[in-house]
């Protein structure tokens, strides 16, 4: 299983990006995919995600800035920022978290960086 992150990087306040994350080894149409992110000398916490069937949640200080589309036929899922402030800045994980039959399967991708700085 892996999950590569792509797209992080240096924006200005009320700039943009968009996060990608490729996965591979399982069953990418069937699994709940999400993004969390840890900023420097704070815990994990969860940003966005979107089930099998297309449905989404976000983190209320996010809410109106992201989306999180998903592409099945390339096995990517996105993470599409606007506005961008500075306590956006953090590491970026993606996750995923297949349908089947227990023990649950939870996995992680190695992160990207966000700087929001001018």
């Known amino acids: 299983v892996q999950l590569v992150e792509s797209g992080g990087g240096l924006v200005q306040p009320g700039g943009s990006l968009r996060l990608s994350c490729a996965a591979s080894?399982?069953?990418?149409?069937?699994?709940?995919m999400s993004w969390a992110r840890q900023a420097p000398g704070k815990g994990l916490e969860g940003v966005s995600g979107?089930?099998?069937?297309?449905?989404?949640y976000y983190l209320d200080s996010v809410k109106g800035r992201v989306t999180i589309p998903r592409d099945n036929a390339k096995n990517t899922v996105y993470l599409q920022m606007s506005s961008l402030k500075p306590e956006d800045t953090a590491v970026y994980f993606c996750?995923?978290?297949?349908?089947?039959?227990?023990?649950?399967?939870?996995?992680w991708g190695q992160g990207t960086q966000v700087t929001v700085s001018s």
């Open positions: 979107i089930y099998s069937d297309g449905s989404t």
């Open positions: 080894g399982f069953t990418f149409s069937n699994s709940a």
């Open positions: 996750n995923a978290k297949p349908f089947g039959p227990p023990p649950p399967r939870d996995y």
